[in-house]
């Protein structure tokens, strides 16, 4: 029995009687490691992925366009984007599509802000951008956190409500673009952008079943 306690004690790493809790704790410690590189190697993947693009540079003519999905989701075009789904609204004879996308967006925005607070993830540095001689306009305008994307959230939501009330599903690729474009101009990393533009159809799911729900 002596032999059995000290066993266990060595194995356990804790020579205190009292402070000793037995190989569970050691067992718990392995997998908290584990999970922890596991992350960490998520991480370092998504990062490594994002410099290719971050470093890539695109012909002046495509550079153009992707200048503008960069933006097209700004704070200062979000009233332009309202019109042209008003305007989606009114050719496609779409009730509520408006309302809804505004309700999502609203709705994304808050869900976007607190995760952004809550993760805390900084947002990749200006060097690279520097370096691959690409305009640096985008990336400065950003002051917060890099997760979610909230550019990806509302192309997300905009994609999302047109899709599930219109049918339309070819919203999507707008949705890619700007997802493609925020990293282009390192903005965020791949991660930020597939969990916004996520969190942005998933707001859409809400909106649009809460108001079916209603009807």
């Known amino acids: 029995a002596i032999c059995h306690f000290f066993f266990f004690q060595a194995e356990d790493g804790i020579r205190d009687f009292c402070l000793s809790r037995g190989l569970g704790d050691v067992y718990k410690r392995q997998v908290s490691t584990q999970s922890t590189w596991g992350m960490r190697g998520l991480i370092e993947l998504d990062e490594r992925l994002s410099a290719v693009v971050h470093r890539q540079r695109l012909p002046r003519l495509l550079e153009y366009a992707v200048q503008v999905l960069a933006s097209v989701f700004n704070p200062h075009n979000i009233l332009i984007v309202i019109l042209v789904v008003l305007l989606i ?39 690279v951008i520097e370096e691959a001689g690409k305009s640096t306009e985008h990336r400065q305008r950003e ?63 809400v909106v649009v079943t809460g108001k079916r729900l209603l009807e």
């Open 143 to 205: 002051k917060n956190h890099s997760m979610p994307s909230g550019d990806s959230v509302q192309a997300g939501a905009f994609a999302g409500i047109i899709w599930l009330l219109h049918g339309e599903p070819r919203g999507l690729l707008v949705t890619a673009g700007v997802m493609y474009a925020r990293i282009y101009y390192g903005c965020h990393y791949i991660s930020d952008t597939i969990v916004g533009a996520a969190l942005g159809v998933f707001t859409a799911y």
């Open 89 to 127: 609204e009114i050719k496609r004879h779409t009730p509520g599509l408006t309302f809804c996308y505004v309700a999502a967006m609203v709705l994304g925005l808050g869900f976007s802000t607190l995760l952004k607070r809550v993760i805390g993830r900084p947002r990749p540095t200006l060097k």
